[in-house]
């Protein structure tokens, strides 16, 4: 079975920094990109940014480029994505996601498969 264990929201200051991870088990990491999301409250799910298993191939959302960025571990199977100076538009559930590679290249965020359970960014003073 696919398991993305998503950890490491939390409150945290306008202008702080947060670090996220996704440990993914269940499938081979080389065949999928994984990919994180977030949902604010009476929003829809937004995707944020991609990574290829295969070859680290990263894509960052426009809106929240220059603050976060993403970055993976392929020996432990793992997706981090760091996001520095934070806003309070920022609080969300944020969600990791898997999706299969499609000829060797990221699936668009709509064509994500999989989603583990979110952990909550909550950007306060």
């Known amino acids: 079975d696919v398991q993305l264990q998503a950890s490491g929201g939390g409150l945290v200051k306008p202008g702080g920094s947060l670090r996220l991870s996704c440990e993914a088990s269940g499938f081979?990491?080389?065949d999928y990109a994984l990919g994180w999301f977030r949902q604010a409250p009476g929003e829809r799910r937004e995707g944020l940014s991609t990574i290829s298993g295969r070859d680290g191939y990263a894509y960052v959302r426009d809106s929240v480029?220059?603050?976060f960025a993403i970055s993976s571990d392929r020996a432990k199977n793992t997706v981090y994505l760091q996001m520095d100076s934070l806003e309070p538009d920022d609080?969300?559930?944020y969600y990791c996601g898997a999706g299969r590679l499609i000829l060797g290249q990221a699936?668009?965020?709509f064509e994500f498969e999989y989603f583990g359970q979110g952990?909550?960014?909550t950007v306060s003073s």
Request: glycine share 6%; hydrophobic share 40%; aromatic share 14%.
């Open 65 to 67: 480029r220059g603050r």
């Open 119 to 121: 952990t909550q960014v």
């Open 28 to 30: 081979n990491f080389a």
């Open 91 to 93: 609080t969300a559930v």
């Open 107 to 109: 699936p668009t965020f």
